[in-house]
């Protein structure tokens, strides 16, 4: 099945009073939203001639060349990092980590309302180190708005069970934990921010 810019356009129309009343917008998620770079501008263009807020998530992860003059045409980005450690990311994502890092910095210095995504897990990522040197990049490289701390949770575990996919099981990071690895954020000047 082949869906259109119109297609999609049509039910963002019928729900932009909400947004008006709300204050909200369409958020592109997925998958991977800069996969999809001609299909993403048309329909943040779109938005925008109806005066219709825009915000993507991703993963970071897609060629600056292609995409970023995406990036002028949205209200806010919320954009991922995962490891600092790229040997350690390419081992967990499949994928080094430079090119992420890269467009965090492209992006925020472009776009003032950067996000960036933290998926905390104890046994990954939710340690000292690293997030002491993600803020040491940030501070150095970028301009973002804010980070915002994701407790990993379980949610997907139905599917990998139905799936019959072994996996390595995962924490969240504890109070505690959270509380310290906040602290090194802020520590760092990084405003911290929570949406739910």
Request: net charge negative.
């Amino acid at each position: 099945m082949t869906v259109t810019v119109d297609d999609v356009m049509q039910i963002v129309k019928r729900d932009a009073i909400f947004y008006r009343e709300s204050g909200g917008g369409v958020t592109f998620s997925g998958g991977e939203p800069f996969a999809q770079p001609h299909f993403l501008r048309q329909l943040a263009t779109a938005c925008n001639r109806l005066g219709i807020d825009t915000a993507v998530e991703t993963s970071g992860y897609f060629d600056w060349e292609q995409c970023g003059d995406i990036v002028d045409l949205l209200d806010c980005v919320f954009i991922d990092c995962k490891h600092m450690d790229s040997a350690e990311h390419q081992r967990l994502c499949g994928v080094g980590n430079e090119r992420i890092l890269a467009n965090i910095a492209a992006i925020s210095q472009r776009h003032p309302r950067t996000i960036v995504r933290v998926p905390l897990i104890a046994e990954v990522n939710a340690n000292t180190p690293n997030i002491a040197r993600m803020c040491e990049y940030l501070v150095k490289n970028t301009r973002v708005a804010a980070v915002e701390l994701l407790s990993y949770h379980d949610l997907g575990e139905a599917k990998y069970n139905a799936a019959g996919v072994s996996r390595t099981s995962f924490t969240a990071p504890d109070a505690a934990k959270l509380a310290e690895l906040k602290n090194i954020i802020t520590g760092y000047g990084i405003p911290l921010v929570e949406y739910k």
